[in-house]
């Protein structure tokens, strides 16, 4: 079981970022090029939220529209004297963040903040803040972490020179710490997280980012110690609205039961989960998760998968109540979820029901994981398939990532390879 905890440079011209990132990768102009660098000229025209959101919306609903648009725009916005107020590049920087175009996002995101400190408007400035951040997050949730991290920097170099607030500051400086992590950059991250605290340790954010790391290099009871006080300091932080404080306690219940599974610990494990699931017992992820550890520690197998066919179910159901539009054959199964349901039904020997729905997990492009091909290929051989067994493996390892957790897995699953080899 894994989950990726939630993540919530300024730099200070457009063309300060182009000097660090170097000039965006742009498709060929179409030959109505003239008319794409008009339309974008035209969003200076565009005020008022509704009309700006209508407007986002609108480039959405044509991605392919969107992406010429920004085409168009970027080399306008490299000019010296570039055109777009403020609106027109907060459009531009939001349909950049949706098309996962990071260099332009970079680009125009940095404008906003430009016109945002002309206009010494501070609502703008947090929308400006808001974007580049958000181009930090999706860099770092597509494992693109030494780009992250630049991008961190650079913008906490910009923030420093206009004198922003140390909150803000420190929020960046966080997923500095988180980028430089995941790249092996242990020692600087540990340094820099033993500062922020020194300086703000009040702050239980700050505490946060250094029992994230000690669970990161594989130090679980640091990790579980520095949580299990945040449950406290979380409580009485009355900076947070209530609503705001519950998820975030949540998610730190959430997160300590992880870090008690790296422990072996899991009927703790099962203490954080159960407490989840006493305010919210229809939540999938919830639900699948203590499945799944009841599964994968040979415990509870029935009641286990009871509550994995739930969270499949109640997970279809959320996606088709948020997609009214949505067909139910078009909800396709969760692979997570169905890893977790080919697991239990695994450890229940019922080999053949198993295989079906751990190769549909697999199709899924986004379930890629080392975890479910592992599991694939035990299923494999348990059903005396040893050739496929040794494939599925084998993809296992490919999809393998930098991780300890996955490294670890990796090397069990080279020698389950060469063990049915022999």
Known sequence: MEKMYKLRRWGMLAGAMLVIFGPAALP???????????????????????PIR????????????????????????????????????????????????YDAGQIFFGICFDQ??????????????????SVIDLLYADKKFETAAKLSQGYLEGLEKRGIASGLKDEVLRRLIRALTKQGKVDE????????????????????????IQREIGKPEDSAKIYEDLLEKIGKDRTLEKDEQ???????????????????QIAKAGEHLKILLAKKPDDPTYNNDLGYIWADHDMNLDEAEQMIRKALDE????????????????????????????????????YQEAKPILLQAVEDKEAQHIEIYDHLGDVHIALGEKEAAIAAWKKGMDAAGPSKREQERKALVEKKIQENQK
């Open 315 to 350: 997970d279809k159901k959320q996606r088709l109540k948020a997609n009214p539009d949505m067909k139910p054959e078009e909800a396709k199964d969760n692979a997570a979820y169905l890893d977790s349901l080919g697991w239990v039904l695994f450890k229940k020997k019922k």
């Open 246 to 264: 519950n998820e975030i306690i949540a998610e730190v219940h959430y997160i300590l039961s992880g870090v008690y599974v790296d422990m072996n």
């Open 189 to 212: 991250a540990l340094k820099m997280a033993d500062n922020l605290i020194n300086a703000r340790g009040k702050d239980w954010r700050n505490l946060e980012i250094k029992g994230w």
């Open 28 to 50: 060929v102009q179409s030959a109505d090029e003239t008319d794409w660098k008009n339309k974008a000229l035209t969003l200076n025209e565009i005020t008022g939220e509704d």
């Open 116 to 133: 945002g400190a002309k206009l010494a408007s501070g609502q703008k400035l947090i929308q400006a803040y808001s974007g580049m951040v």
């Open 54 to 101: 209508g407007q986002i919306k609108e480039l959405m609903d044509d991605p392919a529209g969107a992406k010429k648009l920004l085409a168009a725009a970027v080399p306008l916005a490299k000019e010296k004297d570039q055109p777009f107020n403020f609106n027109a590049a907060y459009i531009l920087g939001r349909v950049a963040l949706q098309t996962k175009d």
